[in-house]
């Protein structure tokens, strides 16, 4: 079974400080990109960061960047110097590519992230 | 359009009713999702379209619920005789195709059986 586990429901950071969110996954295929969507109050899913799983570097994005080991099945966003249009909750997707492939995004359960002033 | 619209925005409705939400996505996206997220739960997946066809339907949780996309485009998700374990947000997603592109998600809908 393909799964993603966001073993953090909420988290809390001052603001400018830095925050690392969790994520693990489980798939046996071998070719697959990993995704952070940020979910805002308005509810609109915007696409932090992506993460194509052959790519041994980590993905960067202005303040936003992963920790990406594949070995452990483990994806984790840090964001850096936190601000306050950051609270949201986070989701940790991902999805494979294989002949079967339906394009369909496997979501975790989400965390909840307050950036505090 | 520039985004993926959805509508309504809101909807309550009385148990036993059907509903209809819209989604219409992005000008030229082939590939049409919906899902489904219970309160504060992540996004439960219900349904992919690619063009008109539906090659996987195995996210609909019963009978009860049927969608179709028209012209490639526009697409309707369908909700017979509502309970209230259907209240939920219903986000719609489109993307070009290609599994490592992502999808542009529209702001759902929020469903309220009462």
């Known amino acids: 079974a393909q799964t993603v586990t966001q073993s953090q429901p909420e988290m809390s950071v001052q603001e400018a400080e830095t925050v690392t969110l969790s994520c693990t996954y489980d798939?046996?295929?071998?070719?697959?990109?990993l995704f952070w969507y940020k979910q805002p109050p308005s509810r609109q899913m915007i696409l932090v960061i992506r993460q194509e799983a052959y790519k041994q570097q980590n993905a960067t994005e202005n303040r936003f960047s992963v920790n990406f080991q594949k070995a452990a099945k483990s994806f984790s966003l840090k964001i850096s110097d936190s601000q306050l249009g950051d609270t949201a909750m986070y989701f940790c997707a991902f999805i494979t590519h294989g002949s079967s492939n339906t394009g369909k995004l496997i979501f975790g359960q989400g965390t909840t992230l307050q950036v505090k002033p | 359009g520039a985004g993926v619209s959805q509508s309504p925005s809101n909807k309550v409705t009385e148990k036993g009713k059907d509903v209809e939400l819209r989604c219409d996505p992005i000008?030229?996206?082939?590939?049409l999702y919906w899902y489904r997220q219970s309160l504060g739960q992540g996004l439960e997946f219900l349904i992919y379209f690619q063009g008109n066809s539906a090659p996987d339907k195995s996210g609909l949780p019963s009978d009860r619920f049927s969608a179709e996309r028209t012209g490639g485009s526009v697409s309707t998700l369908t909700i017979q005789r509502t309970q209230q374990e259907d209240s939920a947000v219903y986000l719609c997603?489109?993307?070009?195709?290609?599994?490592?592109?992502?999808?542009?998600f529209g702001s759902g809908t929020r469903l309220t059986v009462v």
């Open positions: 000008s030229g996206h082939t590939a």
């Open positions: 798939t046996s295929e071998n070719n697959y990109y």
């Open positions: 997603a489109s993307s070009l195709g290609g599994a490592g592109i992502g999808y542009t």
